[in-house]
Nanobody, 123 residues
Framework: QVRLVESGGGLVQAGGSLRLSCATS????????MGWFRQAQGKEREFVAAIDWVTTRSVAADSVKGRFTISKDSTKNTVYLQMNSVKPEDTAVYYCAAGVSGLGMTTTRYPWWGQGTQVTVSS
């Protein structure tokens, strides 16, 4: 059984930093991408960043470029999201996801999802 478990969320002041982790247990055959998405209260889930599991090429949403960095540790089967210079508008539940369809920015590209971790940025 595949499980994705996020950790590292919490309360942080604007301008601060936070690092999210997502550990995958179980094997996903053909896994070639992992992504981070977020969902603020009352809003749709939106793309944050994604990384190609083989090439490490990454993409990020314009709203987080230059502030957030996605990375991975294949030996630990873990993907990270380093969040710097956070803003109140970054407040959301952050979800990690895994897929086999290549690097993508839509939720439909990722069949496997974690339960989410809350990030709250205070002003």
């Amino acid at each position: 059984q595949v499980r994705l478990v996020e950790s590292g969320g919490g309360l942080v002041q604007a301008g601060g930093s936070l690092r999210l982790s997502c550990a995958t247990s179980g094997r996903i055959f053909g896994k070639n991408a992992m992504g981070w998405f977020r969902q603020a209260q009352g809003k749709e889930r939106e793309f944050v960043a994604a990384i190609d599991w083989v090439t490490t090429r990454s993409v990020a949403a314009d709203s987080v470029k230059g502030r957030f960095t996605i990375s991975k540790d294949s030996t630990k089967n873990t993907v990270y999201l380093q969040m710097n210079s956070v803003k109140p508008e970054d407040t959301a539940v952050y979800y990690c996801a895994a897929g086999v369809s290549g690097l993508g920015m839509t939720t439909t590209r990722y069949p496997w999802w974690g339960q989410g971790t809350q990030v709250t940025v205070s002003s």
